[in-house]
């Protein structure tokens, strides 16, 4: 990715940038959603493979360093975990003045690492007639609407006394992003639950390719994808560590292979390669 990707543009351009990260220039608004964008160790030729913040081996670079992305309106984390609200690539995006949007866990986490109170704005993730948070459950960027969307992601109950703290309902969320180019949804790290059979007319999905029983999985995500049987779907969490983790690994070609129109629907893009959309129809490569 380079310093254009992130201009003024007269369409909506969505790029995978690994793992679960993903940004949105849309018309020239920024936003970022979970990323990781820190390596180690940076010097060339160290023979030494790079690894991510979170310790796992990388199997190619990020598309771009957290250092140096240029702007960011704002970023959205889905929850606390070191693979989607990586701690350093935080801290370096936080010199760049943007909004962070989350739950209040997220919330709590951002100043923790030291982002400004004033700048982490959090919301309760609830389907239907939300309970309002301090500041409410969608936002609006610049004329782009961002809602707060439920997720179902208790991990920790593999072995509470190992991990601890189980994520509630309160703590994880996806997003539904709303554009003049399209809506993007970005359900984060959730197993299936009933909000999501109810979404309609999404112009992309970001499909969880993982095999982990607290993701989607292959079923889950065959049935969401099913249901929104319009949609562009851009698998994800998969294919970026070096690992053999259900978590962190997964078949996207297999996954669409099984969804009704999988193939035809589904967009494999490199981490940093833009997805193009404007006024809802998909545009050819930049």
């Known amino acids: 990715m380079t310093q254009e990707d992130f201009g003024s543009i007269a369409d909506t351009r969505l790029f995978w940038l690994g793992q679960a990260g993903f940004m949105l220039n849309v018309r020239g608004v920024i936003l970022l959603v979970d990323p990781l964008l820190v390596a180690s160790p940076k010097s060339a030729g160290s023979g030494v493979p790079a690894s991510s913040e979170t310790g796992e081996e990388l199997l190619g670079p990020w598309p771009i360093d957290a250092a140096e992305v240029p702007r960011a309106d704002a970023v959205l984390y889905t929850h606390t975990d070191d693979d989607h609200l990586g701690p350093e690539t935080a801290r370096i995006l936080m010199k760049l003045d943007p909004v962070f949007i989350g739950t209040l866990y997220c919330k709590d986490r951002l100043e923790e690492l030291g982002a400004s109170p004033v700048r982490c704005l959090s919301g309760i993730p609830q389907a239907g007639t939300p309970r309002r948070g301090k ?62 059979i109810e979404l309609r007319d999404i112009t992309a999905l970001a499909l969880d390719v993982s095999g982990d029983p607290y993701h989607l999985g292959v079923q889950g995500a065959t ?52 997805l193009v959309l404007r006024e809802g129809r998909e545009s050819g490569p930049v």
Not at 184 to 190: E, K, L, S
């Open 223 to 274: 049935v969401l994808a099913n249901h929104l049987e319009d949609s562009l779907l851009i698998p994800c969490h998969y294919g970026t560590f070096k690992s053999d983790s259900p978590t962190h690994s997964g078949d996207p070609e297999a996954m669409l292979a099984g969804i009704r129109d999988g193939l035809r629907r589904g967009r494999l893009l490199a981490p940093g390669q833009p």
């Open 135 to 196: 500041h409410g459950n969608t936002f609006d960027m610049r004329g782009v609407k961002i809602e707060l969307l439920p997720a179902d992601h208790p991990w920790q109950l593999s072995d509470p006394g190992r991990f601890g703290r189980v994520f509630g309902p309160e703590d994880c969320c996806g997003f539904k992003v709303t554009t003049q180019d399209g809506i993007f949804v970005f359900p984060g790290d959730t197993r299936l639950m009933k909000h999501h």
